[in-house]
């Protein structure tokens, strides 16, 4: 598998932040909280988006956030917010 | 919409446990972590695993799980682990 690189990630998550917040602490409730989740799981989630396989919920916002994020973009970002605190 | 209660949700989780830990850190990291997680994005998740919405990732596991859930358990299991440290 890929292997992600946190400090690549920092790069990419500007439109994360938006609704997750900057270091995965989401102020809004329906958001849910990023910073130090496993970065496997993170990885599992976003694939589900980008491949549709997660409907409901936020994926109308997230699966087009996903569709272009290549696989090393997803390791990247997942390392970035699994390694946050 | 329903309020979770914490107290009542600590005795439903004896299924979550195993897989997300009794106080929500799981061990294996394509389970999610849940403590201190959002109670209203928790309950999104289980509604969309228990509607099927959700495919992908771990649904295989968590879609029978949640298919027996009423609202009220889904309340009080996510108010549970969004309490926990």
Partial sequence: ATTGDAKAGAKKVAMCAACHGATGHSAINIY???AGQHANYLESALKAYRSGERAGGMS??????????SDQDIADIAAYFSTQK
């Fill in 32 to 34: 849910p909280n990023l």
């Fill in 60 to 69: 109308a916002m997230m699966t087009p956030q996903a569709a272009n994020l």
